[in-house]
């Protein structure tokens, strides 16, 4: 996994201050969800939970073509399951269109969800 601090996360260009999830959060959310989160996604979480990176360009993997793909804002995970910018109500809203195991962790600028 690249260095996260390479992403310079922040919050209207301040370091992103909340705080990373706790055991009891994540197993709260997989457990509602039925999804087990992967360990790069919790370490991700747990250094920087949500905000907007300054590198915020990723190639996909699989693609024929190589492309890059634009990041505009990743979801934290709380207790707040109600914050439009949080991972409860992203994965909520967009379950019914992307399906069951699939979880909404950010957005690109047009509002195209990284899953």
């Known amino acids: 996994m690249r260095d996260l601090g390479e992403l310079n996360m922040n919050e209207g260009g301040r370091p992103v201050r909340r705080s990373p999830p706790t055991d009891f959060q994540i197993s709260e959310f997989e457990v509602h969800f039925a999804v087990k989160l992967p360990g790069d996604y ?46 409860w109500q992203a994965t909520r809203e967009w379950r019914t269109a992307l399906g069951k195991n699939i979880v909404a962790i950010g957005s690109d600028g047009g509002g195209n969800q990284i899953l």
């Open 42 to 87: 919790l370490t991700f979480l747990r250094q920087s939970n949500g905000g907007n990176p300054e590198l915020g360009a990723y190639q996909p993997k699989g693609l024929v073509q190589p492309v890059l793909c634009g990041v505009d804002r990743f979801y934290f995970l709380s207790d707040d399951h109600q914050d439009l910018e949080g991972v």
